[in-house]
């Protein structure tokens, strides 16, 4: 089995506190989870990378500001580069975003609340490694939890560029556009605020979520092919 099980990073960060889930949901669907310290310069062989959610750093200046300087950071954006699958799960976005690895920013929410719930999602592209499974304009069930989850939409984003959005009337952050996750101009980075290693067992309430980490995983394998 090992030989068909790409090897995914979980980069774990001071404060990460989803990297166990995102490690977990990652093995349940056919991955080899592999955690990688913040401080390592240089990454180990693997077919994709995973920033998972939590307060990176404490969050302490801006969320995902003190991360993106991390030598792992400098290490996955040297991987992006070279056309490698890179996924950032809330805080995870938050980090791709200020290490420039995705346009636009994220914000304080709209109620300048946290929130926390399960929200629907729209499937807007089913053609990039992150949403293969899924179909166009499937309305998926997936948890948030945040409280600088607004993106700011900046004026030149492609349209084609965005993924996912926040079904009408379940926008729980502000987010400009309704956007939800985006993925980068070269399609091999994705970053989204909703929590799909949450969402990957029914038992949790939904298992919506594995579509997204699923395809990950298949794309990975696909690198792995590749690669051997």
């Known amino acids: 089995m090992k030989e068909t099980q790409p090897r995914i990073g979980v980069v774990v960060f001071p404060g990460s506190q989803?990297?166990?889930?995102?490690?977990?949901?990652?093995?349940?669907l056919g991955a080899e989870p592999v955690m990688v310290w913040h401080?390592?310069?240089?990454l180990p062989v693997?077919?994709?990378?995973?920033?998972?959610?939590?307060?990176?750093y404490g969050d302490y200046l801006r969320c995902g500001?003190?991360?993106?300087?991390?030598?792992?950071?400098?290490?996955?954006?040297?991987?992006?580069?070279?056309g490698g699958l890179v996924l950032g799960i809330c805080n995870g976005f938050q980090i791709l975003c200020e290490a420039g690895l995705l346009p636009g920013v994220l914000r304080s929410n709209r109620s300048l609340q946290f929130v926390c719930r399960d929200v629907a999602v729209v499937v807007e592209?089913?053609?990039?490694?992150?949403?293969?499974?899924?179909?166009?304009?499937?309305?998926?069930?997936i948890p948030v939890k945040h409280g600088e989850g607004c993106y700011?939409?900046?004026?030149?984003l492609p349209e084609e560029q965005i993924a996912l959005r926040y079904a009408a009337g379940d926008n729980p952050n502000g987010s400009e556009g309704d956007v939800a996750g985006v993925v980068s101009d070269a399609g091999n980075v994705f970053g989204l605020m909703p929590h799909p290693e949450h969402a990957v067992d029914p038992l949790l309430g939904s298992g919506d979520g594995a579509l997204i980490v699923a395809s990950l995983v298949d794309s990975a394998r696909e690198r792995l092919y590749t690669r051997a």
């Open 18 to 28: 989803d990297d166990r889930d995102a490690a977990w949901a990652l093995g349940a």
């Open 39 to 42: 401080g390592e310069e240089e």
């Open 46 to 56: 693997l077919d994709a990378v995973v920033l998972p959610g939590g307060f990176s």
């Open 65 to 82: 500001a003190i991360a993106r300087f991390s030598p792992a950071m400098r290490a996955v954006s040297a991987f992006a580069e070279e």
């Open 125 to 141: 592209r089913t053609d990039t490694p992150f949403t293969a499974r899924c179909e166009a304009g499937q309305e998926l069930v």
């Open 152 to 156: 700011h939409l900046p004026p030149e």
